[in-house]
C-alpha cells in the first residue's frame, strides 16, 4: 500500500511539472496588459493595423501554421464624443517551434532581397528580439510602441 502511494506521488508530480511546463507565456502577458489598463477583445476598430494582422495570420495558415490572434485596446484620448483607442496585436503560436517556422514563413513570402535580408537578420536572432516572448510575437506599429513592448517583455525569461 505504501508503495503504490509512492508511486502515485511520483506521478502526480510528473503530470503537475509537464502541464507547468507545456504552459505558453500568453497567461503571463494578458495579466501585464490588463494590469496595465488594457481590455482583450475581439475586434478592432483600427483598420490598417487589424487588417495587416489578419493578413498575416492568413499567410501562415495557408502554409498550415496555427496561431491565435489577441488584440488588446486602450483609451489613448477621451475627449466625450471623440475617443481614441491604442491597439496590440500579439500572435501567440502552440510552441516556440512553431513560432520560428511561421517567422521563416515569412520570411519566404518577401519579394524584396534587400527587405528578406534585413528580415532574415531579425529572425535569425529572434528569441532576443523585444517583440518575441516564448511562444507570442508582438507585432510592431508605427507609434505607441514602447509601452506595448514593456508589458510584452516584461516577464520575459
Same mark, same amino acid.
Given at each position: 500500500?505504501?508503495?503504490? #502511494?509512492?508511486?502515485?506521488?511520483?506521478?502526480?508530480?510528473?503530470?503537475?511539472v509537464?502541464?507547468?511546463?507545456?504552459?505558453?507565456?500568453f497567461?503571463?502577458?494578458?495579466?501585464n496588459?490588463?494590469?496595465?489598463?488594457?481590455?482583450?477583445?475581439?475586434?478592432?476598430?483600427?483598420?490598417?493595423?487589424?487588417?495587416? =494582422?489578419?493578413?498575416?495570420?492568413?499567410?501562415?495558415?495557408?502554409?498550415?501554421?496555427?496561431?491565435?490572434?489577441?488584440?488588446?485596446?486602450?483609451?489613448?484620448?477621451d475627449?466625450?464624443?471623440?475617443?481614441?483607442?491604442?491597439? =496590440?496585436?500579439?500572435?501567440?503560436?502552440?510552441?516556440?517551434?512553431?513560432?520560428?517556422?511561421?517567422?521563416?514563413?515569412?520570411?519566404?513570402?518577401?519579394?524584396? =532581397?534587400?527587405?528578406?535580408?534585413?528580415v532574415?537578420?531579425?529572425?535569425?536572432?529572434?528569441?532576443?528580439?523585444?517583440?518575441?516572448?516564448?511562444?507570442?510575437?508582438?507585432?510592431?506599429?508605427?507609434?505607441?510602441?514602447s509601452?506595448?513592448?514593456?508589458?510584452?517583455?516584461?516577464? #520575459?525569461?
Amino acid at each position: 500500500m505504501k508503495t503504490c #502511494k509512492r508511486i502515485f506521488a511520483v506521478l502526480l508530480l510528473l503530470s503537475c511539472v509537464f502541464v507547468l511546463a507545456s504552459c505558453g507565456t500568453f497567461s503571463g502577458i494578458k495579466k501585464n496588459f490588463t494590469d496595465a489598463g488594457w481590455t482583450l477583445v475581439e475586434l478592432s476598430e483600427d483598420e490598417e493595423e487589424a487588417k495587416t =494582422a489578419t493578413a498575416v495570420v492568413a499567410h501562415l495558415e495557408e502554409a498550415d501554421i496555427t496561431c491565435t490572434l489577441h488584440i488588446f485596446k486602450k483609451d489613448l484620448l477621451d475627449l466625450g464624443a471623440l475617443t481614441q483607442y491604442q491597439f =496590440a496585436y500579439i500572435l501567440e503560436f502552440n510552441s516556440d517551434s512553431d513560432l520560428d517556422n511561421a517567422l521563416e514563413e515569412i520570411v519566404e513570402g518577401i519579394d524584396s =532581397a534587400a527587405v528578406r535580408g534585413l528580415v532574415e537578420g531579425l529572425v535569425e536572432d529572434a528569441q532576443n528580439s523585444d517583440y518575441i516572448n516564448g511562444n507570442c510575437f508582438l507585432l510592431p506599429s508605427l507609434i505607441n510602441n514602447s509601452e506595448k513592448v514593456e508589458l510584452f517583455i516584461k516577464n #520575459k525569461p
